[in-house]
Structures are given as C-alpha cells and as structure tokens.
C-alpha cells in the first residue's frame, strides 16, 4: 500500500509545501495552525479544480442513466422471473446496449470519489507521519524537516493538525475532540444535503418511480452515517480537506442543478419559471416556437369553450336588433 500510495503522499507533499511557501512569503507564521489549514484548503481547491472534467462527465452519465429508467423498468418486466444463464446474459447485454446508446456509465457518478481516494488516504499517512518524522529529524518527501517540525508545532485552539478524536496527542484533548466533532457534523451534514439536493430537485417523476431513486433514497442517510463512524479516526488536517471538498460539491452541485438541470425536474420548473418571469422561453426552445405554442394553446382553449345556452325571449331580442 506505501508503494501504491507514494506517488499520491509526493504530490500532497509538494502542493502543502508550495501553498505554506506562498502563505509564508506573505508574512503569515510558518507554524501557524492557520497558515497550514490554508495549505491544506489550497490543496483541496488544486484537487477539486482537477476534477471539474469528471464532475461534468458524471452528470452527464447520471442524466443518462435517469433518462433509462423507463426503458430500464421495461427490460426487467420483459426478463421478470427468468433466472437461467441465457436469459441472465442477454439482459445484461441488453442494459449494455441502452448505456451505449445513451453513453451512459453506471460507475461514472464514483469517478470524482474515486479519483479523489488517492488524494485522501496521501494525506491521511502524510498527517500520520508528522509526529515520528519530528521526533527523528526527518523530512516526508517534499517537506523537508524544517517544514515538517513547523507543522508538528501547528495547532488550531491547542489542537494539533494530526491529532484525532481517539488519538489527541499531547495537545488540549477537549479542543481536539470538539474540533473534530464539529467537523464530522459538518461532513456529515453537507454529504446529506448532497445527496438530497440530488434526488429531490434534479430528477424528473418518472426517474423518481424507479429502482435508481429508491437506491438514493438509502444512500441519503448511508453515506452521512459511514462519515460520521470513520471521522473519529481522521486526523484534524483530513476532517478540514474532506468539509472543504464537501462545500465545494455543493456549491458546485447548486450551480449546476440550478442554470443546467435535467429535463422534466422540478429544478428545470423552477429554472422555467425564473426565465418566464424575464420574459425568456423554456429552456431548450427558442421565443418563435414558444410563442407558437401559447397561440395554438389559446386556439385550442377557445374551440373548447361551450357556447352558453340562450333563453328563447333573449334570443328573439338578438334576432330583432339584427333585423
């Protein structure tokens, strides 16, 4: 694993090193707690920035896999019941023809996770190895020694950077674990309203008749519990990247969702409603075909309209005045 994960540790070590070099050079204390959360909130930006062409792709694919579900839900009625091998096969065939058709990719939507892991667990062992590589005089990678002992010495609150709720160190215990705690609810909190944000403004109603909403539905309330369980054993500097890569997803996922929402979602509604409040068509068509749709919904309406019955004295009262 430190031979898979050495490339990863020299790249967390290079850009902490360089953006504690730039906060350094501007005249903030180099073993500051501040001035190393900010090196680790630069790494994170630099990651994130990296990752934007998968978070693209991965809304891309996610629009796709929404826009299966119909034909989805058809495949399994159509297979419904069948377990033998060929008929196994030729479903999965199948799907494999719909995510082609649609270039869609179920995986897609881990990428950014997934792409990210590395990134985590480099810095994971980085913060781990501070306290030994102090101790002995040595440096981890980039950072030489000087840097490393700077970051041995940074604490927020009297709280060191590498310190965990198990594990405080010899710094003040109660900042540590308090820190720590704010941070795993904040984690937890947004990963929650990620998710949320996703299924409930950015899938049209018949995606959410699916097995894929249903499938969301539990990772709502999954993916902020295994935060929560696993953030007592992330050091203080890990909690900090990962709830600054969280507020990134969603301001990221706001944006999105709000000016490119998936067809037929209520955030597409909402989206709709702002432009017509501008006086601009829906989204997808222009000012010509949207006003040709209003007059052939009035024409439409006014054929439909029932003539009002009339009294035969209020009729012979017409019949005189067109005489």
């Not at 090196?39 to 629009?63: C, D, E, H, N, Y």
């Not at 377990?83 to 799907?95: F, G, H, I, K, V």
Request: hydrophobic share 45%; aromatic share 8%.
């Amino acid at each position: 694993m430190d031979i898979i994960l050495w490339p990863f540790k020299w790249i967390v070590s290079a850009i902490l090193w360089a953006f504690h070099e730039l906060f350094t050079v501007i005249g903030m204390d180099a073993a500051s707690g501040v001035t190393w959360i900010l090196a680790i909130i630069g790494l994170t930006i630099v990651m994130r920035t990296l990752t934007i062409p998968l978070f693209v792709k991965q809304i891309k694919s996610m629009r796709g896999m929404q826009e299966l579900q119909p034909e989805m839900a058809k495949l399994q009625a159509k297979y419904k019941g069948k377990t033998d091998q060929l008929s196994r096969q030729a479903m999965a065939q199948e799907q494999m023809e719909l995510y082609r058709k649609t270039g869609s990719n179920p995986l897609a939507s881990c990428l950014p996770i997934i792409v990210q892991m590395p990134i985590f667990f480099g810095l994971f062992q980085v913060l781990n190895g501070v306290p030994n590589a102090a101790a002995n005089n040595e440096g981890i990678l980039v950072l030489g020694n000087d840097k490393v002992e700077q970051f041995n010495d940074a604490s927020i609150f009297g709280a060191p950077l590498f310190s965990t709720m198990l594990r405080p160190g010899d710094g003040n215990h109660f900042a540590t674990i308090l820190i720590a705690a704010i941070m795993v609810v904040l984690m937890s909190a947004t990963q929650f309203y990620i998710t949320k944000q996703l299924s409930a403004k950015n899938m049209s109603d018949a995606a959410k008749q699916s097995p894929m909403y249903r499938q969301q539905q539990i990772m709502l309330y999954v993916l902020p519990l295994v935060f929560a369980i696993s953030g007592i054993n992330f050091p203080l500097g890990v909690l900090v990247y990962w709830t600054v890569s969280n507020f990134w997803s969603l301001g990221q996922q706001f944006w999105v969702i709000r000016n490119n929402p998936t067809p037929g979602s209520q955030a597409e509604r909402e989206l709709n409603e702002r432009r017509a409040e501008k006086g601009l068509p829906p989204v997808g068509k222009t000012k010509e075909e949207h006003d040709q749709e209003i007059e052939a919904a009035r024409e439409r309406a006014a054929r439909g309209q029932r003539q009002q019955p009339m009294g035969k004295k209020r009729q012979k009262q017409q019949n005189k005045k067109k005489n």
